[in-house]
Each structure stands twice: as C-alpha cells, then as structure tokens.
C-alpha cells in the first residue's frame, strides 16, 4: 500500500511583535495526486502557525487506513507530538511545572487528529535544505502572509 505524503510549514513575520502576519502550508501528495492547502491571519506566533499546517494537513485527509508521513522542519511540533504530548496527557494536559502547555487547545486537536491514524509517523526534516515539497511548504506559508490583508 502506499502512502499520503505531508510536508507542512508555518511561520510568522515580525514574531512576537504587534501587527505581525504569520502563515501556514501543507503539501499533500498520494499516488501521483499533489494538493496545496496554506492560509494566513493576523497577530499569530510562529508555534501557532507550525500547529496550524499540520492540523490543516491532517484535516484535510479523507481516510485513517493509509499510512501517513508527515514532514515538518518544525522541532516544535514534531518533538511535541512524538515526546511531550504522551508526558501533558499522563498528567491532565499540564506541563511538569504544573502549568498548561502554551497553544493547548491547537495541541489536543494536534492529538486527536494523529490518533485517528492507524498508521502516521511525524519526522523532522531540514528547513531550507532544498528538500522540494518542504521547501514548497515554506513557499505556501510566504504566500498565505503575502495574501493576509
């Protein structure tokens, strides 16, 4: 069988500062078919928006019986999803301080949305190493903030 290919990306101009633009896009491709999903919004985080891509990415999937790849350039979320959310999840969703996960509510979707999958696997891959569909992630982010009116 094969698999449902994802390169998904976010970012965010002017991070952490008023009025900044940040964005997300994913790159799905099964069986020969490509699809290009990406969207951009206002006074956002990079985290956010890199929570987004693979949310939207995943959303987007019609089946849970297909394995799934996805590829992010994100520590973020792939350290999140294969590491911390097991840790957050054994004690109620808190952190080990104590406190909740920042963006806890894009991480629970994050969860339920990978559990769905009898089959997925969030591996980490070099931003801007010129590995072509993450780097058409990235190009679908710049141009989701490039759109944001």
Do not use: F
Request: charged share 30%; with cysteine.
């Amino acid at each position: 069988m094969s698999e449902i290919i994802i390169y998904a990306d976010g970012g965010c101009r002017n991070n952490g500062k008023e009025n900044n633009i940040g964005g997300w896009g994913a790159v799905l491709q099964y069986n020969g078919h490509v699809k290009e999903l990406y969207a951009g919004e206002r006074n956002t985080t990079n985290n956010i928006q890199e929570l987004k891509g693979a949310i939207n990415a995943l959303e987007a999937l019609k089946t849970t019986n297909i394995p799934v790849r996805l590829h992010m350039d994100s520590a973020y979320v792939v350290n999140g999803i294969n590491q911390w959310v097991k840790g957050w999840k054994k004690k109620g969703w808190k952190k080990g301080d104590g406190k909740n996960p920042e963006n806890l509510e894009l991480w629970k979707r994050l969860d339920k949305l990978v559990s769905k999958q009898e089959d997925i696997q969030v591996l980490k891959v070099k931003g801007h190493a010129g590995v072509d569909l993450n780097e058409r992630a990235d190009e679908l982010a710049n141009l989701a903030m490039d759109e944001v009116k």
